[in-house]
């Protein structure tokens, strides 16, 4: 078992390392100058003395060393937009932002959405199932951008008396926890449709298996047969699912971000795409992977822990 | 001649001839490919029934085509001249001359999002597709040729998970000359959501290929190429359908999300997702341009979802009699 | 049962960890005022620096030009005089201006700033090394340039530092000597990138000099607080100079990228006035409304020709006359723009002259376009019109669009790019497929100089291809005539050669920008400057 543990975590170092690789690959060949702000043109002297600053005028082998070796000093230097703040700045004012915005959009989604799985799957097929199932796919089938914009033009505008929900911002202290609740509520709903689909699917095929039927023969009770067999072994799929999607929520939706003017890391960073500021490309993606490929080694050592046939190499 | 089950013959000379009959039957299917033909026939009309059985499926297959019905004929039947610019008519409510309004030009929506649909569901299936064929290919190859190949291609598989969408996006649609046409799209969406499909395929392949007609066919001397491509790949076509139309809403939305940031189809040509994003700064004064895209992306994808859950369950053997 | 009671002490521990408050706790909501009186202004966009001579757009400029002293402010529209400020007076001889700087103006430390602050800022906004975007503010500075040219890892810079014409000749008293006449320079120095920066701080802080904790200043505010993407705060500076005169205690600045979203907050009452641009959509509602305020800009909309592909000047006036101006700004951009007559904005000293002989049209012209058009020997059918992915633009692009394919029989296609893209394909030189582009042009100092001498031969910003060697000598012939009256006829002459009635017509101008901002009742005296700018000196909350 440790040799497992030990040699799927070895193998995410070159991955990490593929990964900033591929993106630096992919920064360079979008090309576009990210001194160039608007329609002016930079001075040629000037764009030399930006290049020089950044090392950008090095050969590509000399800022790719630049970028690996900052990853591994934790210094993932300076910004080209934001002249005044490196990369770690960023990264350490708008992450715990995403974070707890991520955390929060997957609390909704697993207080909604696990209770709606487990309630639809032991009446299925009758009215509560119908209703609770149209309204997940509904949360599921609609785009992002317009649950969050319907979230704030009924919660904040049309009934701004009885809710006095904030139209946009986000407060990370907490008394700020108003400003919290239409973003989590926004970016979980994707979520917790999906972990309602999982669990009803999981919970039906449960109830289709031998030991249940076992179970309910011997005369046990059937709130019994559900709490302590049924729910256990059908929320694994659902846990082991929560793992990479955390770490897609903190990821950040760009889109939530935007349409709340939260401060957080998803909307940086297509900022930062879209403005070609290398470094903090570099800086974010290597973050982001990071948590996700954590998040997949997690997973991949819960399986092992719970179904040895994935330990075997050759499987 | 269909197999049939259930009820028997009565008499022993009629299950003798039954015996014999299905002696010669099968010593035919033996001639072709290890009862892959046999199989398939009762696959299919077995999942057609059952798929005609939920009744899910059905409505859902049905409200598809009235999607499509809607993106297709309407422009055909009401014409509209895209360079329409008539600011008179701008923002005109729902009304029968105009069953959607009109836009901040005066183009009549009704037939705007028909002619946006059509893009959207044409940019979906033709990714989709390409998404299926990259996917398949690396999968199988992957899974079926296992050991280091397949430690290799996974673990690169990993690292293109942890790679961020957008870049992959725009650089898609940079290296294929800058704007955003109808085959950027299709290529940027494919190059960033293929992936799901190729792990999935691997993890068929890996289970599928420890069959005994696999082991058959190894040691009558079959290349890997003919065993992955003819035997392997026609058993997993049943999954390959409900995978298309499981990749079918990721495409659409994520062809939406990419039309939110402005990366979408130029005007004035439209998709679904231009015109939500057209809506989107209107959305106080006129809510119906961002809801009346959105709520058709909802149902293409919707109707898509249940297609996929129907076609699982009818082709899915577990849950098979 | 005790597998319940684990999930349920998870849930708990998360809860705990989201609860636990981050170390850059937020106090302070975005309330209504306090009995302090408080102004909530919300801006549009994270500001990229609060270094001088590193700040490119005007939300920063704005907010150094209220934590710093300027030299120079300018007077009211149309004229734009320069008035005293951090220098009480001055004397331009030739190229040699002399500037008095006011004793007054001390940093929040006490110490008063002399003109030695200014010459050492100056020169390291100038020097290689700190690669300032806005060093070419300075390049009418004899030996500027030639300083921000040279390559420290080549050669010794220092020598050419020294020779930079920027010198303190007594405690208060700053030398500056220019490359050439330069009638506008005591105008210019009105702009963010001349403000002085305290080398103590520069020098113990390095490029962190500009976070809240660490900022020095000289100004009407102090910055107390800097949450990056979040949120700027302004407090009175109790020991400014004219601190009797400013009428607000704090200023709360709130980042709201999303014009939705700020006319949402403004609705709600969360922010008094509204300065992060609203949607055109949305402009119907406050139009009619005691919020609505536009100011004029200095800037001009336009498009550009590629004239290496539309080669006849008959086919750019026949496409400039098809334009409907009026109705774009009705009904797409809809923010009390006006119609560019010529490149040069009326607003602009002098500009209703320069202008005087330009033919632009207001609204279309469909009879004169179509007989330019006739005229054209071999017109290019397929136009290739370039726009950037803001949905503005591309808007205006597909009225263009219409325009010219339902009244020219042309055949256009919109190129939709993002924007470094875009940049990438103006160059200049434009890209060889760049047929028709839009552009914008925002006017660094307030005389006609900066907009005309974008289209010379060798201009950096000429994304037309278009090289006339006459309108070249008389933009250099404009920028050595001191009297303003002359110059402007200079001006006249050289507008002439771009949208007269025997210009060349190498651009197509739109409108001329202006600034859009909602200001809740309570608010008084807040404009936006035709430079970008805002003094909240003059602001006052009731």
Known sequence: MLKFVVRRALWTIPVILLVIFLTFVMMREIKGNPFRVTERAVPASIQRNLERKFHLDQPWYVQYGYYVKGVFTFDLGPSLTQRNQTVNDVIKEHFPVSLRLGLLAMIWAILIGIPLGVISALKQNTIVDYLSMTFVNAGYTLPNFFIATMLIYFFSVKWRGWTGLPTNGWDNGLDGWRTWILPAVALGHAPMTYFARIVRGSILETLQQDYIRTAKAKGLRWRRIVGLHVLRNSLIPAVTAAAPLLGFLIAGSFIVETIFSIPGIGRYFVNSVTGRDYSVTMGITVLLSIIIIVANLLVDIAYGFLDPRTRDPRT | MSVQRGLGPASVTERRREFEAALGRTAEARSQEAGVALERASLWRDALYRFAANRAALVASLAFLVALGYAYITPWVDSADPYFVDFSEQYRPLSWAHPFGTDQFGRDLFVRNALGARVSIEIGFAATLAIMGVGILYGAISGFLGGWVDNVMMRFLDALYGLPYLPFAILTIVVLGGQATFWTMVVALTVASWFTTARVMRGQMITLKENDYVRAAQALGARWYRIVFWHLLPNTLGLIIVFVFLELPGVILGEAFLSFIGLGINPPKASLGSLAQDGYAAFQTHPYMIAIPSLAIGWLILSAFFIADGLRDALDPRTRG | ?542
């Open chain 3, 1 to 542: 049962m005790r597998r319940r009671s684990i999930i349920w002490i998870a849930v708990a521990a998360v809860l705990a960890v989201v609860a636990a408050g981050s170390s850059a706790a937020a106090t302070g909501s975005f309330g209504s005022a306090k009995q302090t009186r408080v102004l909530r202004l919300s801006i549009g966009a994270e500001p990229p620096s609060l270094d001088p001579g590193l700040a490119t757009d005007t939300t920063s400029a704005s907010i150094l030009i209220n934590i710093l002293d300027p030299l120079i402010r300018l007077g009211p529209s149309p004229d734009l005089k320069p008035l005293p400020s951090a220098a009480s007076s001055w004397k331009v001889k030739g190229t040699v201006v002399t500037l008095n700087l006011n004793p007054a103006v001390r940093w929040t430390t006490g110490e008063p700033v002399t003109a030695q602050d200014y010459v050492w800022s100056w020169l390291r906004t100038i020097s290689p090394e700190l690669g300032a975007d806005y060093a070419y503010q300075f390049f009418g500075i004899k030996g500027a340039q030639a300083y921000n040219s040279c390559d420290p890892k080549k050669q010794n810079c220092n020598a050419l530092r020294s020779r930079v014409g920027v010198k303190a000749v007594g405690k208060y008293t700053l030398r500056i000597t220019l490359s050439s006449p330069q009638p506008w320079f005591i105008q210019q120095l009105s702009h963010s990138s001349f403000l002085p920066v305290y080398k103590p701080s520069v020098d113990k802080w390095g490029d962190k000099f500009t976070e809240a904790s660490h900022f020095v200043g000289d100004g009407a505010f102090l910055l107390s607080s800097w949450k990056h993407d979040a949120s700027v705060t302004l407090v009175k500076n109790p020991n400014w100079r004219l601190a009797s005169k400013v009428k607000l205690d704090r200023v709360e600045m709130p980042i709201i990228t999303d014009g939705n979203t700020a006319a949402n907050a403004f609705d709600a009452n969360n922010i008094d006035i509204d300065y992060s641009g609203v949607p055109p959509e949305l402009i119907p509602k406050y139009k009619k409304t005691p919020a609505w305020h536009v100011d004029p800009s200095l800037g001009t909309y336009y498009y550009g020709f590629n004239v290496k592909n539309i080669t006849d000047v008959n086919q750019r006036r026949a496409m400039a006359f098809a334009i409907d101006r009026s109705s774009i700004i009705k009904y797409i951009t809809q923010a009390g723009q006006v119609p560019a007559r010529g490149f040069t904005p009326r607003s602009i000293a002098g500009g209703t002259t320069i202008d005087k002989h330009a033919i632009l049209p207001p609204t279309s012209q469909k009879a004169k376009a179509k007989a330019y058009m006739a005229k054209v020997k071999d017109p290019k059918k397929d136009i290739h019109l370039y726009v950037n992915n803001a949905p503005g633009h591309t808007n205006i692009a597909t009225a263009i669009q219409a325009y010219w394919q339902r009244d020219l029989g042309l055949n256009v296609s919109t190129k939709v790019l993002e924007w470094k893209q875009f940049l990438e394909f103006l160059g200049p030189p434009p890209n060889t497929d760049v047929d028709v582009y839009r552009n914008g042009w925002i006017y660094d100092f307030p005389d006609a100089y900066n907009g005309l001498s974008l289209f010379t031969c060798d201009s950096g910003n000429n994304n037309t291809n278009w090289c006339n060697k006459q309108f070249d000598s008389l933009v250099a012939k404009a920028a050595k005539t001191a009297d303003f009256d002359r110059r402007v006829l200079i001006y006249q002459k050289a507008e002439d050669l771009l949208d007269g009635p025997k210009g060349d017509m190498p651009i197509m101008p739109i409108y001329w920008y202006t600034f859009v901002h909602l200001d809740r009742k309570n608010v008084k005296g807040f404009l936006i400057e035709p430079t970008g700018n805002f003094d909240l000196t003059k602001v006052s909350v009731t």
